[in-house]
């Protein structure tokens, strides 16, 4: 026991992604004994390749009532955001049905509801663990910019009303204004958007293992192995079954993204988890041409000045996670990168990563339905490197019995039973 009355438990954590090592952080913080298992080295999933965005404002969801009848053209568009790999289709049936049920207003407004309720905490969670390391020279505030142009283009309105409702700040720039913030851009836009309060990080994978490295200097262990199953005593006590061993514990937490579906599946809860599969490639040495991120919000991809060069990033491919990379993507985003900066040379790094998605685009935090030393962190989609911290909070907080003052259900597994 702590001063505070509450026991401490020993947490088996589930994947070293960016939501993984939140939350055994937060858990360590608070006295548990906390054992985290990744197949790989910690953060080398989508936690390593996103775009690095730190996006409190991004509470409007991708299931909007005005997105299917776009799909069509986005799909045969070859420099917009969207790819299907074909061979997955009729697996992926049953999620589409889902999010096409999804795209009503009363969804959407929903899902923009309970994203804004955990993106609002999401900077102040990150600040409380950025108190323990030293940051210096990984994070910019200099907001991030989304510009159009006036071709083909249709629901910036609805996102901008959207996130008036909710309070998000956001300044509308003239071209002006755009070009006057970043002055290499090619001047394609008609104009744009800065989201002030939003951050990046000039290097993802540096950030998450210094996290790591608190985790392991608090006491914390880590496993490199493969966990095949997790099973139940008869008072509910999860043993976690690797490739190499099985290992008793109280409780045990799964934070294994676009992965997560495998176990959850082998405890009898039907999670409709899929994966939105994104793209990245670099420019080396070319981030001096960028202050801040931006995204061309026609084209749906977004550039990021990032220790690695300019890091282009985008897609959102429908294919499954054994589909191989896609080379058409790849060039995608090249083209589309030359076009905002027409100078640009050879690319490297050609990087494919899973976003864990839930048809509803709400994740799932919380207890599992039927186990209760059981519990979810997963399906963060775009935003799970923005909502790493606050998963950590809150998951943290759940286990350790204490109380927040969020209302947490519409982040249960159980919405979809
Ligand atoms: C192209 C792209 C751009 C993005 N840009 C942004 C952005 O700018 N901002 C933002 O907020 N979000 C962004 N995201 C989303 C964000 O990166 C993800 O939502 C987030 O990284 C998911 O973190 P995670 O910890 O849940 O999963 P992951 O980072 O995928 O980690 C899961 C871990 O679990 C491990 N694992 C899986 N199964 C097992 C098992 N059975 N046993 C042991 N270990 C296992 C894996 O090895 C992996 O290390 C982007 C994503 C992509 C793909």
Not at 17 to 44: A, W, Y
Not at 363 to 382: E, Q, R
Request: charged letters at 25%.
């Amino acid at each position: 026991m702590n001063e505070g009355g509450v026991k401490k438990s020993s947490i088996a954590v589930i994947g070293a992604g960016i939501q993984g090592v939140c939350i055994s952080l937060s858990l360590i913080k608070k006295g548990h004994k906390v054992t985290m298992f990744d197949r790989g080295e910690p953060g080398n999933s989508a936690s390593y390749g996103n775009a690095g965005h730190f996006s409190p404002y991004a509470s409007v969801p991708v299931n909007r009532p005005d997105i299917l009848v776009d799909v069509p053209s986005m799909l045969l568009s070859s420099n917009g955001p969207l790819a299907l790999k074909w061979n997955y289709v009729p697996k992926m049936l049953p999620w589409f049905l889902k999010f096409i049920k999804n795209c009503t207003k009363k969804n959407m407004l929903h899902t923009a509801k309970y994203m804004h309720q955990i993106l609002d905490l999401a900077l102040p969670a990150y600040d409380d663990l950025f108190q323990d390391v030293d940051i210096t020279g990984l994070i910019e505030n200099k907001g991030i910019i989304y510009f159009w142009t006036d071709k083909d283009l249709k629901s910036r309105e609805l996102e901008i009303n959207i996130r008036k409702q909710l309070g998000v700040k956001q300044q509308l720039l003239t071209p002006k204004e755009i070009h006057d913030l970043e002055p290499h851009l090619n001047q394609i836009y008609h104009g744009g958007v800065l989201y002030p309060q939003a951050r990046h990080t000039r290097n993802p994978k540096k950030i998450l293992l210094k996290l790591f490295d608190l985790f392991l200097d608090r006491g914390g262990k880590f496993k490199k192995q493969n966990v095949e199953t997790i099973l139940f005593s008869s008072d509910d006590q999860p043993t976690v079954k690797t490739n190499q061993d099985a290992y008793k514990f109280d409780k045990a937490v799964i934070a294994c993204g676009a992965f997560s579906k495998k176990l959850t599946d082998q405890v009898n809860e039907k999670i409709p988890l899929d994966t939105e599969r994104g793209y990245h490639v670099h420019f080396k040495n070319h981030d001096h041409l960028l202050s801040r991120p931006v995204i061309f919000l026609n084209r749906g991809f977004g550039i990021t000045p990032m220790e690695q060069g300019l890091r282009v990033v985008g897609t959102v491919e429908f294919g499954g996670l054994n589909n191989p990379l896609s080379k058409k993507r790849i060039q995608n985003l090249i083209n589309n990168a030359k076009y905002l900066f027409p100078k640009l040379g050879k690319h490297e790094d050609e990087w494919l990563g899973f976003r864990p998605t839930l048809p509803d685009f709400l994740p799932v935090i919380g207890p599992s339905k039927n186990h209760k030393n059981l519990f979810y962190s997963f399906g963060h989609h775009h935003l799970g490197w923005t909502l790493g911290a606050i998963s950590g909070k809150i998951i943290s907080k759940m286990i350790s019995g204490e109380k927040t003052n969020l209302d947490l259900e519409p982040y249960y597994s159980s919405r979809f039973s």
